[in-house]
């Protein structure tokens, strides 16, 4: 590999990494609703809680945002750079874009989960495999109606479905590759959630619980209109 290419990967990585962290939720909840997303509801700066603020309405343009953020910069190094041939280091671009977005500089390094750009990744890998993820959560979705256990199911299965992936429906590539990006993503997600945006426990509930309910439910708490409900520390320096 030579200089040049090592450069246009670090380029690339940067303007990734970037996208990712321009919080597209949190401007939105501020230009177009006059709220800091951190201080309101579940306190997450992402599309879920914009659309619990402002309104569902918000939320495809959200979805669409993210979905381009996270296709975007691996379509590009494809088919404008040309770094096709370095498909280990293609396929990982994605993973800077959920990093910037899940740890925001421009917001002190707290972040919304990054489930759309993960998503979006997909997209720009195999829009295949995308829709079949897309099927596959909605029908959980519509078993259950939870959301977030949903989710977790679908970050669970994919990466052993990228496996048998047919290589001829991946845009970039291979099955292996796939794979450790769905994989590496899950776990990106699963320890935002793990840790959410950093601050401290909450003293009144027990530490076992409230792990558990951020793994399967992504919230501290079990009943979710209670924890949209709530209002977040507005004595915190965020």
Same mark, same amino acid.
């Given at each position: 590999?030579?200089?040049?290419?090592?450069?246009?990967?670090?380029? #690339?990585?940067?303007?990734?990494? $970037?996208?990712? /962290? @321009? &919080?597209?939720?949190? =401007?939105? !909840?501020? +230009?177009?609703?006059?709220?800091?997303?951190?201080?309101?509801?579940?306190?997450?700066?992402?599309?879920?809680?914009?659309?619990?603020?402002?309104?569902?309405?918000?939320?495809?343009?959200?979805?669409?945002?993210?979905?381009?953020?996270?296709?975007?910069?691996?379509?590009?190094?494809?088919?404008?750079?040309? #770094?096709?041939?370095?498909?280990? $280091?293609?396929? /990982? @671009? &994605?993973?800077?874009? =959920?990093? !910037?977005? +899940?740890?925001?500089?421009?917001?002190?390094?707290?972040?919304?989960?990054?489930?759309?750009?993960?998503?979006?990744?997909?997209?720009?890998?195999?829009?295949?495999?995308?829709?079949?993820?897309?099927?596959?959560?909605?029908?959980?979705?519509?078993?259950?109606?939870?959301?977030?256990?949903?989710?977790?199911?679908?970050?669970?299965?994919?990466?052993?479905?990228?496996?048998?992936?047919?290589?001829?429906?991946?845009?970039?590539?291979?099955?292996?590759?796939?794979?450790?990006?769905?994989?590496?993503?899950?776990?990106?997600?699963?320890?935002?959630?793990?840790?959410?945006?950093?601050?401290?426990?909450?003293?009144?509930?027990?530490?076992?619980?409230?792990?558990?309910?951020?793994?399967?439910?992504?919230?501290?708490?079990?009943?979710?209109?209670?924890?949209?409900?709530?209002?977040?520390?507005?004595?915190?320096?965020?």
């Amino acid at each position: 590999m030579t200089t040049a290419t090592l450069s246009l990967f670090a380029a #690339l990585w940067a303007a990734a990494y $970037l996208i990712g /962290a @321009t &919080p597209v939720s949190y =401007l939105m !909840g501020r +230009a177009f609703g006059g709220l800091d997303l951190r201080r309101h509801g579940s306190g997450n700066v992402g599309g879920s809680n914009l659309a619990s603020q402002l309104g569902r309405r918000w939320l495809p343009l959200v979805v669409a945002v993210d979905l381009i953020r996270g296709a975007a910069p691996v379509l590009f190094g494809q088919f404008v750079l040309g #770094l096709g041939e370095y498909p280990w $280091l293609l396929v /990982a @671009t &994605p993973l800077f874009t =959920l990093l !910037g977005n +899940a740890w925001s500089p421009f917001l002190r390094f707290s972040g919304g989960r990054s489930v759309g750009v993960w998503a979006g990744g997909l997209v720009g890998i195999s829009p295949s495999l995308f829709i079949a993820a897309l099927i596959t959560y909605l029908c959980a979705w519509l078993a259950s109606k939870r959301s977030a256990e949903s989710l977790l199911v679908v970050m669970c299965v994919l990466p052993f479905v990228c496996l048998v992936w047919p290589q001829a429906w991946l845009l970039v590539g291979s099955s292996w590759q796939f794979a450790a990006y769905t994989a590496l993503g899950a776990m990106l997600i699963l320890s935002k959630r793990l840790v959410s945006n950093g601050g401290p426990m909450p003293d009144d509930l027990p530490r076992r619980a409230v792990m558990i309910n951020r793994f399967l439910r992504d919230r501290d708490i079990a009943d979710r209109q209670q924890w949209l409900a709530r209002a977040p520390d507005r004595t915190t320096d965020l």
